[in-house]
C-alpha cells in the first residue's frame, strides 16, 4: 500500500488521496524446471498515459493464455508484472483531473507532468527522472527494494510502458539492444513503430539521457542489471489495436528466445 495524502490547505478543491494498493504479480510455468530467463513489465510512470495499460493487459491476455507459444514463454522465461508504478499519481489522474497543485505554469496544462503530490512537494515535475534518488520518494524507494527481492538483481529484458505518442515509437539506452534479435523481431511485428535512434532520426536525443530514467536505472548496476532495457511510447491507436501490439511485443519475444525444446531458441540468449 502507499501512503496516501490527506488534503493539502493550500489547494482545498484537490482531492484527497487513500492508501492505494501496489501490484506486482507473476506468470510463469511454476512445473517447468527450465532455467528461465527474467522479463520486468512495467507501466504507469505517468499518470495521465492511460494507454500504456492496454498495451500491458494485452502482454498479460498473451501471456497466460493456451497460445503454444505463451506455453512456451511461460516454460522458458518468468515475467514479473508491475502494473502502476505511480499509484497515487494514477489516482489523481482520475478523481482529480483539475489538480491544482500540479499546475505548473511553466509546462502549462502538460498533463503528463501532473498526477503525483510526493513530487511537487519535492520540486520535482516528472516521476521518470527520479530513479537515482533514495529516502526521498516512497514509491520509488518501493520498487526499487521489490524488484531487488523479486529479481534478485538482474533480469534479461525491462520493459517500461508509457502512452500515446505520434509517432508510436521504442526506444532502449543500450546500444546492444536496438539490433539483438528481438529487436529485429519487434521490427517485424510491428512494422509502423518506429525505432527511436539514428538511422530514422526519431527521438535521437532522448535514446539514453537524461540521468534518473528508469531503463538508464535498470541497466546502471547500482541494484538491476538489465540486460535489455526497453521504453515504448504506442501511437494513438484504439484499444484494440493497444492490445494487439501489447500481443506483438510478446510474440516477438516468443521469435527471439524460442521454444528451447523445439530447437528453435537463441541459445546465445538463453545461456
Ligand atoms: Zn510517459
Request: glycine share 10%.
Amino acid at each position: 500500500m502507499t501512503n496516501g495524502w490527506p488534503r493539502n490547505g493550500d489547494y482545498p478543491d484537490d482531492p484527497v488521496i487513500p492508501r492505494q494498493k501496489v501490484i506486482a504479480y507473476r506468470i510463469t510455468d511454476s512445473k517447468s524446471r527450465s532455467a528461465k530467463i527474467k522479463v520486468m513489465l512495467a507501466c504507469g510512470q505517468h499518470a495521465f498515459e492511460f494507454t500504456g495499460n492496454w498495451v500491458l493487459e494485452g502482454m498479460v491476455d498473451f501471456l497466460v493464455s493456451d497460445d503454444p507459444r505463451a506455453i512456451a514463454l511461460r516454460q522458458n522465461a518468468e515475467f514479473f508484472v508491475y502494473p502502476d508504478l505511480n499509484p497515487d499519481g494514477r489516482y489523481q489522474a482520475i478523481h482529480g483531473l483539475a489538480f491544482q497543485a500540479a499546475q505548473d505554469p511553466n509546462v502549462g496544462t502538460n498533463l503528463r507532468m501532473r498526477g503525483n503530490p510526493e513530487i511537487y512537494a519535492a520540486g520535482e515535475r516528472d516521476h521518470n527522472r527520479l530513479w537515482e534518488t533514495n529516502g526521498k520518494f516512497s514509491t520509488i524507494d518501493l520498487f526499487k527494494a521489490t524488484w531487488l527481492k523479486d529479481t534478485g538483481g538482474e533480469a534479461e529484458y525491462f520493459w517500461d510502458i508509457h502512452g500515446p505518442q505520434q509517432t508510436g515509437n521504442w526506444r532502449t539506452p543500450r546500444a546492444e539492444a536496438r539490433t539483438n534479435r528481438y529487436a529485429e523481431a519487434l521490427m517485424q511485428r510491428e512494422p509502423e513503430v518506429i525505432r527511436c535512434g539514428p538511422e530514422s532520426g526519431f527521438k535521437v536525443k532522448v535514446a539514453a539521457g537524461p540521468p534518473g530514467k528508469l531503463m538508464l536505472y535498470a541497466m546502471s548496476g547500482q541494484g538491476l542489471r538489465v540486460r535489455y532495457p526497453y521504453i515504448y511510447e504506442p501511437g494513438g491507436w484504439t484499444m484494440e489495436r493497444l492490445f494487439d501490439s501489447g500481443r506483438n511485443l510478446m510474440l516477438a519475444l516468443y521469435d527471439a528466445i524460442g521454444d528451447r525444446k523445439s530447437g528453435a531458441a537463441n541459445a546465445s540468449l538463453l545461456a
